[in-house]
T-cell receptor, first 114, second 115 residues
Framework: GESVGLHLPTLSVQEGDNSIINCAYS??????FIWYKQESGKGPQFIID?????DKRQGQRVTVLLNKTVKHLSLQIAATQPGDSAVYFC?????????????FGAGTRLFVKA | NAGVTQTPKFQVLKTGQSMTLQCAQD?????MSWYRQDPGMGLRLIHY???????DQGEVPNGYNVSRSTTEDFPLRLLSAAPSQTSVYFC??????????????FGAGTRLSVL
């Protein structure tokens, strides 16, 4: 799962298995939560988002779950493939007087074993 | 379709030198931001802008300046480089300023080393 600190959490899964990546967020007033995927040497790419008034959203092979009671977010990847190997970040966005502010979690590295 | 373009891709500086990291987007996005990413860590917000002529500080603004004279460009200036600024810098843009959805599109990054 996610943690703020010097060491990047790592998740290793077998190809074809399902992956679950967790994230704890801090701001109970956050309006949106977004998952990004970052492959080696590239910038992060949007995967899926969820609004704070929802608890589940599904995309293609990915599902995001939001538990506002414990301020927890998870990304589920079905039938994980080698191309899913990357670092995954959750981000929370909240409004402020200047518009909004987005804060990223520290990331989780996903290794997919063939 | 270029998206977000960052230059240079790599840069080595000596302590005390100044330089500007360039960022341009061709998507007519109002919101642009700069992040730094240190090894094994997430993205930390340096500065952001909600539109031309408007900038604001993020989590780690010290040692950096920004300006937003046009919608397309959002340069990041290092005033006097320090080894602690060795990092990978990402520029991002998004079109959402009316709500907080803020799906950001990132450039490929600039890898900066300060000796």
């Amino acid at each position: 799962g996610e943690s703020v600190g010097l060491h990047l959490p790592t998740l290793s899964v077998q190809e074809g298995d399902n992956s679950i990546i967790n994230c704890a967020y801090s701001n109970s007033a956050s309006d949106y939560f977004i998952w990004y995927k970052q492959e080696s040497g590239k910038g992060p790419q949007f995967i899926i988002d969820i609004r704070s008034n929802m608890d589940k959203r599904q995309g293609q092979r990915v599902t995001v779950l939001l538990n506002k009671t414990v301020k927890h977010l998870s990304l589920q990847i079905a039938a994980t493939q080698p191309g899913d190997s990357a670092v995954y970040f959750c981000a929370e966005t909240s409004r402020n007087t200047g518009g909004f502010k987005t804060i990223f979690g520290a990331g989780t590295r996903l290794f997919v074993k063939a | 379709n270029a998206g977000v373009t960052q230059t240079p891709k790599f840069q080595v500086l000596k302590t005390g030198q100044s330089m500007t990291l360039q960022c341009a987007q061709d998507m007519n996005h109002e919101y642009m931001s700069w992040y730094r990413q240190d090894p094994g860590m997430g993205l930390r917000l340096i500065h952001y802008s909600v539109g031309a002529g408007i900038t604001d500080q993020g989590e780690v603004p010290n040692g950096y300046n920004v300006s937003r004279s046009t919608t397309e460009d959002f340069p990041l200036r290092l005033l006097s480089a320090a080894p602690s600024q060795t990092s990978v810098y990402f520029c991002a843009s998004s079109y959402s300023t009316s709500n907080a959805k803020n799906i950001q599109y990132f450039g490929a990054g600039t890898r900066l080393s300060v000796l």
